[in-house]
Every structure is written in C-alpha cells, then in structure tokens.
C-alpha cells in the first residue's frame, strides 16, 4: 500500500497543494507522523481496520488540501486519527456505498473528504463547535433515519456546498441542524417512496409572482409529499425570505399538516402580520425586490385554512381572525415534528 500511494514507477507521487504547488506525498507523510506517535502507529498498524483502508482515507484528506502542508494549517485533518477514522467509517456506510454505486455516483469519497467542521462565537460566546470528525460522525448517525440509497435525490447537495462542505460556519450549523430534524422525524422519512433534498418547490398553479423556493427536504409517500424546512442560529430567515417560502409552501402541499417550518422562532402574531405585509429582499443596502402580496386573499391559503380548520372564510378578514384566535395551525406548522 505505501508503495502505490507513494511511488508511481520509479518517481515519487506528487499532489497538488492548497496554494497551487506540488509536494511529494512521503514529505506529507513524514510532516504528518512526525511527534504524531498514534497516527504513526494506526496507520502502520495491521488491527481490525488495517493501515491500507486508513491510509486510502489519509490520502483523500490529503488529496483534497486538508493538510498541514496547505496554506491554512488549521486544516491540517491529515494528523487527526479521529478525523481520519471517521472518514473512513462514513466511507464504508452501507448507505453511502450504496449511493457511490450508481451510474453516476450519487455522492463520491472525494465528497466526503470536502466535508467541513465549523466554530461560531456570538459576543465571544461559542454556540457552535463542531469537528469535521463530529460532523462524519452525525452524518453516520443519520444514514439509519434515511430510506434505502435508491430513495434519496439530491444528497450530494446536503453534503456538499451548500451545507456540509461549506466555508460558511452557519451553513454547517444548519446541515447539523437539519441531521437533528431528521433524527426527530426518522418514522415517516425513513419510510418515504423518495427523499429530496433542497428540493425546488414550483407550485404549478400558483399566482403570478411567486417565486419557486428550495425545500431543505421534501419527503414524499404514494401522492402525497411533505416538506421540511430548518432553520438554525443565525441562518433564521429574514422576513422577505420567510414569507417567500411560506407562499410556495402553500401552494406545493395539498394539506397544512403536510408542512413544517422548524427553528424560525418568529410569534404566531409576527407571522400573521408578515402573510399581510409588504417586505423587501434588500442585498448590501439596495433594495432588489419585494413581496405585497397578501397570502390571506390567496384561495389556496384560504382553503388550506378550511380543511383544516373544518370552517368557512368568507374573506380574509374571517380567516385572520381564525389565525388569532386558534393556535393549532401555528403550533403544528412551526413547532412539532411530523
């Protein structure tokens, strides 16, 4: 195995560093052994996992410039066992073996190597702090919430950029997050015909104007799909952002209780007023868009309401009053699980 990661014929393997150089991967190597006595040992060990298969995990660590030969040491998973094991793990998941499988590949060890950890300090408080071992580790956990891998769509974009694979710490915070309402929700998305996640949501018979939005997962049984929206931290939706999804929610479910919108931790009363409310998509200080449309004087909404609710609404007026006055709808929708 050192043989073929380390010489190609008579010439030594070369990869390609994070600032665009080349190094030799036995320098790698020696940098990362060296006063590294468990790492040494692991990989030159012949135990229960083997120095080849651990090896293959060290090299797509160091493959993928999370070395400490990069630019940014910090990165340096190349020395960190756990990170290594847990790669190594992630990689022989059923699950995840299974989805490399396909032609093409639903997700690649490459992938998985990408995976980022993240650290967030709010007002020098930490409120999220998270290994990239930690990270392979939930998402180990999670693949026994999922249904088999020829039910899953789109899982490469769950680990990949936008979220798990991302340089941006609150996008891995709320990947992590969305694992957390997956564990939460395993018996029905377990049990799905098929998965998607970040699923783009166009309503087919919607008012003009309405924007398509991105579900973090839509899980869907015979005819009838639901949809899963997560918020976490500080990645909780602005008003323009909240109101555009709720509108193409609405309109991409045939029943309320086929919706949940979890983390937002915005009041009943401050949703309610945003259904009604003009709100702008303002971008580095320009305002770039705006919604004013008023979801209580859309039919769909209105009849969403009435199957729900048992009742009739005359106009919006009735069906506001409705959502004041009941807290069942608000309850289901953004605090429980399905």
Avoid at 111 to 131: H, P, Q, R, W, Y
Avoid at 151 to 167: C, P, Q
Avoid at 293 to 310: H, N
């Amino acid at each position: 195995k050192f043989d073929e990661l380390f010489l190609d014929g008579d010439n030594l393997t070369t990869f390609t560093k994070n600032d665009g150089s080349t190094a030799n991967k036995i320098e790698a190597f020696l940098k990362d052994i060296e006063n590294n006595d468990e790492l040494f040992t692991k990989l030159s060990d012949l135990g229960p996992i083997g120095n080849a298969e651990l090896l293959d995990s060290w090299d797509l660590l160091l493959t993928n410039g999370r070395t400490g030969l990069s630019s940014n040491p910090s990165n340096a998973l190349t020395r960190n066992i756990n990170a290594i094991e847990a790669l190594h793990n992630l990689r022989k998941n059923p699950k995840i073996e299974a989805m490399k499988a396909f032609d093409p590949p639903k997700i690649s060890d490459n992938d998985l190597a990408k995976i980022k950890g993240a650290k967030i300090e709010v007002g020098g408080v930490v409120t999220f702090d998270k290994s990239y071992a930690d990270i392979c580790n939930k998402l180990i956990e999670t693949m026994e919430y999922l249904p088999d891998a020829s039910k899953i769509t789109n899982f490469l974009k769950f680990v990949g950029g936008e979220n798990l694979a991302s340089n941006s710490g609150y996008k891995v915070r709320h990947g992590y997050e969305t694992m957390n309402k997956i564990k939460d929700n395993q018996n029905i998305i377990k049990n799905a015909d098929n998965i998607t996640f970040e699923n783009p949501i166009t309503p087919p018979l919607s008012p003009a104007g309405i924007n398509t939005s991105v579900a973090d997962l839509s899980i869907t049984k015979g005819m009838n799909t639901k949809i899963l929206e997560v918020k976490a931290g500080a990645n909780k939706p602005n008003s323009y952002s909240m109101k555009s999804q709720l509108e193409s929610y609405f309109h991409g479910i045939e029943d309320l209780a086929d919706l949940r919108y979890l983390g937002s931790n915005m009041s009943k009363d401050r949703i309610i007023t945003l259904f009604s409310k003009k709100v702008e998509h303002i971008v580095n200080g320009n305002v770039i868009g705006s919604n004013t449309r008023d979801l209580l004087k859309q039919t769909k909404v209105r009849e969403l309401f009435e199957m729900y609710s048992g009742q009739s609404f005359n106009n919006s007026t009735q069906l506001k009053q409705y959502l004041q006055n009941n807290n069942g709808w608000y309850e289901m929708i953004f605090n429980s699980n399905f």
